[in-house]
């Protein structure tokens, strides 16, 4: 039974994310999806909120989910990870992958590094976002989910924070953004 990734910056978790790994995990023949937070974006300047604070969150809100792991495989290499690099790892253990990503990424899915080798291995999984359209090539996660990290940070609605951590989340970016302005 094969396993999916879903990676991304996480900053800050939200309902959206949440949604995609539960309909992951009731369409997908996978035996456990695994969530990778980036330590930083390839395509990014940087974070918001540390790679282990997000780490963190994301354990605490999956921690008695058996079919979920949070991976600290990115977080851990202090550095911008490829995408390929975390498949390759994830490879040694099951070489059967699919990969995750939300429609908002498909405009620079080329641009990926070693993208046509990353295409060869895994199975695309994209997630709608925004009525975007997406190529018949991918499987589709039928997800309806208004929100996106950029308009939390600006504005925190504990509607759309996980609700194990909704009060720390927006705790953090409430002070962090009183300090940055």
Known sequence: MAIALFGG???PPHSGHIT?????????????LIVVPAYVNPFKSGTHAPAALRLKWL????????????????????????TIETVQYYRQIDPD??????????????????????????TWVVATRD?????????????SEAVSSTQLRQMIKHE??????????????????????
């Open 131 to 143: 009525q975007q359209k997406i190529d018949p090539h991918f499987l589709t996660l039928d997800v």
């Open 9 to 11: 910056s996480f900053d």
């Open 160 to 181: 759309q924070l996980p609700k194990k951590v909704a009060n720390e989340i927006a705790t953090y970016y409430k002070e962090k953004y009183a300090k940055t302005h």
């Open 97 to 122: 992958i699919y990969l995750i990503i939300g429609a908002d990424n498909l405009e620079m899915l080329s641009k990926w590094h070693q993208f046509d080798e990353l295409d060869r291995l895994v």
């Open 20 to 32: 995609v790994i539960y309909e992951a995990l009731k369409s997908l023949p996978i035996a456990r």
């Open 59 to 82: 354990k605490t809100i999956f921690d008695a989910e058996k079919q979920i792991e949070v991976s600290d495989f990115e977080t851990l290499q202090g550095r911008p990870v490829k």
